[in-house]
Nanobody
Framework: QVQLAESGGGLVQPGGSLRLSCAVSGSSLSNYIMSWHRQGPGKERELLATSPRFGGSANYADSVKGRFTISRDNTNNMVYLLMNSLKPEDTAVYYC???????????WGQGTQVTVSS
């Protein structure tokens, strides 16, 4: 079973940037579709960005398109979420998710808190 560990969250001012990291262990990252999700206070968990296994274009939720960028380093088993132009409504716990290696299997990290506030 793959293990995921997010890091990089914290407190940032509106308009600022953060880069979240997701360390993947227990299996090769190239076996998985990777995605970032978030859950804000009193809200449902929201899919933000998806990175396919073997390159190709990432997909983004409308709420973060143009501001957030997902990337992956299959050599070092790392996934990143670069977040720019952060807004207070981006405040949430951010989660990394791995889908695979077979259909229906999924793994989640423990989450990292991002707070956008002045």
């Amino acid at each position: 079973q793959v293990q995921l560990a997010e890091s990089g969250g914290g407190l940032v001012q509106p308009g600022g940037s953060l880069r979240l990291s997701c360390a993947v262990s227990g299996s090769s990252l190239s076996n998985y579709i990777m995605s970032w999700h978030r859950q804000g206070p009193g809200k449902e968990r929201e899919l933000l960005a998806t990175s396919p296994r073997f390159g190709g274009s990432a997909n983004y939720a409308d709420s973060v398109k143009g501001r957030f960028t997902i990337s992956r380093d299959n050599t070092n088993n790392m996934v990143y979420l670069l977040m720019n132009s952060l807004k207070p409504e981006d405040t949430a716990v951010y989660y990394c998710k791995a889908d695979g290696p077979t259909f229906g299997l999924e793994s989640w990290g423990q989450g990292t808190q991002v707070t956008v506030s002045s």
